[in-house]
């Protein structure tokens, strides 16, 4: 048995993002290479233990890099990130399609809320909440609304 989810984020960004924020969604997303300084996601702790005394220590990866075929959902794991200069709502489109597992979700939801704050108000909900795509356990047919509202992700309980 296995919990891993499909994760699919579909979100224009409105055009206020700043060089580094930009560097470092480039890095997440696979596209590019890891900023000396991380401002979206800052902490990355992991526990290290090699001489019997545990220690944390901060371990950077980029949440939404994964390509290639799918492992249990099926499918192509893969990110994109396109300027939106040339049309009339200026921006940045975003798209990833990701196998994620729940221990996952924290460090995610901390993008997902980031990019929930720079969504274009096109991805608002009637309820305040901001659409950002689709959270699908692999056996399930079919998908639930993925949205942040007040600072949180609608994960599944």
Do not use: N
Not at 4 to 27: G, K, N, P, T
Not at 53 to 71: C, K, N, Q, T
Request: aromatic residues 8%; negative net charge; glycine residues 8%.
């Amino acid at each position: 048995m296995s919990d891993i989810y499909e994760l699919m984020i579909s979100v224009d960004l409105r055009d206020e993002i700043s060089e580094q924020e930009l560097a470092e969604l480039s890095w997440h997303l696979g596209i590019g290479p890891q900023p000396e300084r991380l401002f979206i996601v800052t902490a990355f702790p992991v526990v290290v233990d090699d001489s019997g005394i545990p220690v944390i220590e901060d371990d950077p990866y980029p949440l939404l890099a994964g390509r290639g075929a799918a492992s249990r959902v099926g499918g192509v794991l893969c990110s994109a990130l396109a300027s939106r200069a040339d049309l009339p709502r200026k921006g940045w489109s975003l798209m990833s399609r990701q196998e994620i597992h729940p221990d996952e979700f924290e460090k995610v939801g901390e993008l997902l809320c980031w990019l929930a704050t720079r969504a274009h108000e096109t991805h608002l909900l009637g309820d305040g909440a901001v659409g950002m795509g689709f959270l699908r356990f692999y056996e399930a047919e079919v998908p639930d609304v993925l949205q942040v509202a007040s600072g949180r992700v609608s994960w599944p309980t």
